[in-house]
């Protein structure tokens, strides 16, 4: 199994920056891509950046030139770097990763507990 642990989460005001860390650890034979996603109350859970197991990325559009989300392998870690944040960005955010476990060729989920955002106006 693989678990996520998220940090960096917080109270910050608008136009501020916030850095969140997942830690992924636990017995896997490989992590693949990792991601997060976002929730706010009210709001189904949606995809904010998404980071391929050789770099390569995605973002939603609304956080486009703001956010940058970045790994370090050898630690098993994604980072989300968030600048130039808005009140609309507060919401629970949550780490996920992909990850194989030895002896099978699937892919399985794993998420993190969810760390909170705030951005106050």
């Known amino acids: 199994q693989v678990q996520l642990v998220e940090s960096g989460g917080g109270l910050v005001q608008s136009g501020g920056s916030l850095r969140l860390s997942c830690a992924a650890s636990?017995?896997?034979?490989?992590?693949?891509?990792m991601a997060w996603y976002r929730q706010a109350p009210g709001n189904q859970r949606e995809l904010v950046a998404h980071i391929g197991s050789g770099g390569s990325t995605n973002y939603a559009d609304s956080v486009k030139g703001r956010f940058t989300v970045s790994r370090d392998n050898a630690k098993n870690t994604v980072y989300l770097q968030m600048n130039s944040l808005k009140p609309e960005d507060t919401a629970v955010y949550y780490c996920y990763a992909g990850f194989i476990r030895f002896g099978t060729p699937y892919e399985y989920a794993a998420w993190g507990q969810g760390t909170q955002v705030t951005v106050s106006s």
């Open positions: 636990g017995s896997f034979f490989r992590i693949n891509a």
